[in-house]
């Protein structure tokens, strides 16, 4: 199958289009909501609201006997508000760390979570199966209502977080200014919290409560490496997100193997690789040449320095020297290259013989850089 007909297929197959559109809705909401995590260093927290939510499905079951998605996701989300009270009171109330409480909260309510589906595998009633996928998604189930449900509560939560746009920003940049502004700090942390935990319910039934942190975490990292400014952040994290969703639920309709939950989560892992390689100013490719540059720069300017200490023994400072002369001072092996440098910014030029001199140019730069290096001190007796 070809690129034409991977197209076609998510225009015209119903089942590949309500996928898709499940998938992107969950990465547009994960994208912007994940942003924020990013930005104030809690990654953990989605992974831990996602394992928490696991109990609330299992128990939602067992209290209605529906596995209704707006039922299942009501009772997550239940069960991921309770963690976040459970997190707050213990990290006000206890010397413990966040991290640590974080990392408690997560495996106590993983635990339960897994304890009661096993429970409920073993029970003779057959209307249990399925509940399991909960753990790794299982995206292709996905129906109509399904997505309108996902669509309605994402979109509730991206038209808060844009009502509570400046109190996010401040929160995630600047807390304690935003405290001094009377803006009620506490409170926004919490309603925060509880949008990502509405990202992660409407993310279980495609990617799992394993995966799901990765979508929250992903998108807002890749997209940090592009910019620096909030509001392009999170257009790109969700534009990150939603394209990781259709790639993953039209790469996963290429065989009947592939789960679509896993392979959302590997091609947004390949654009936080893409982004961390080539993203300018962050990017390690452009780190990389950054430094090169940098350090060639600096070489040149060791050139042009010995250069001129030697022109100094002359009455004339722009008397040439041989090439070997130079080598033997600036002990490099890339003395020409950064003699061909200085040629190209009008620094030096060469003479008979292979020997080179400081232009007019290049001779009062000298004169300036050996001028800054001096101490203040003795700059004021010059």
């Known amino acids: ?46 992974d831990a609201l996602s394992h928490a939510a696991l109990p609330g499905v299992a128990l939602a079951y067992m209290l209605t006997g529906s596995k209704s998605s707006l039922v299942l996701m009501l009772g997550a989300g239940v069960a991921g508000v309770l963690a976040i009270l459970l997190l707050v009171g213990i990290t006000t109330r206890t010397p413990l760390k966040e991290d640590s409480v974080l990392g408690i909260v997560l495996s106590v309510f993983f635990g339960l979570g897994l304890m009661l589906l096993t429970f409920l595998q073993r029970n003779p009633d057959a209307r249990q199966a399925g509940l399991n996928t909960f753990l790794f998604g299982q995206a292709a189930t996905l129906l109509t209502r399904d997505v309108l449900t996902m669509a309605v509560f994402g979109g ?13 920003k401040l929160l995630s940049f600047d807390r304690d200014f935003g405290a001094s502004l009377g803006l009620p700090m506490g409170a926004m942390d919490i309603l925060l919290t509880t949008l ?93 040449l950054r430094q090169w540059r940098t350090r060639r720069r600096l070489r040149s300017d060791v050139v042009l320095e ?14 040439p020297h041989a090439v070997a002369a130079l080598e033997a001072v600036s002990g490099s092996g890339a003395v020409r290259r950064s003699l061909q440098d ?13 020997q080179w001199a400081l232009t007019p140019q290049g ?13 203040a001190e003795e700059r004021r007796h010059d």
């Open 342 to 354: 200085l040629q190209h910014r009008g620094l030096v030029a060469p003479h008979a013989n292979g």
């Open 1 to 46: 199958m070809n690129i034409l007909d991977l197209l076609a297929s998510l225009l015209f197959d119903h089942t590949i289009r309500t996928v898709a559109l499940g998938t992107a809705t969950l990465g547009i909401v994960s994208g912007v909501l994940g942003s924020f995590a990013v930005l104030r260093k809690q990654s953990l927290l989605g």
């Open 306 to 319: 010995n250069l001129y200490q030697m022109s100094s023994q002359h009455a004339d400072p722009t008397h």
């Open 156 to 168: 509730l939560a991206l038209l808060l977080a844009l009502a509570f746009w400046k109190e996010f």
């Open 196 to 288: 990502l935990v509405v990202a992660v319910v409407i993310g279980l039934q495609a990617v799992g409560v394993v995966l799901m942190s990765a979508m929250l975490v992903a998108p807002g990292a890749a997209a940090r490496q592009w910019t620096d400014n909030l509001g392009r952040m999170t257009l790109l994290s969700a534009l990150f997100g939603a394209v990781a969703g259709v790639a993953g639920a039209l790469v996963s309709s290429l065989g009947s193997g592939l789960s679509t939950g896993p392979v959302i989560v590997l091609c947004i892992s390949l654009i936080v690789l893409i982004s961390l390689t080539l993203a300018p100013n962050r990017g390690l490719l452009w780190n990389s």
């Open 363 to 375: 001779v009062a730069l000298a004169q300036r850089q050996q001028q800054a290096a001096k101490p």
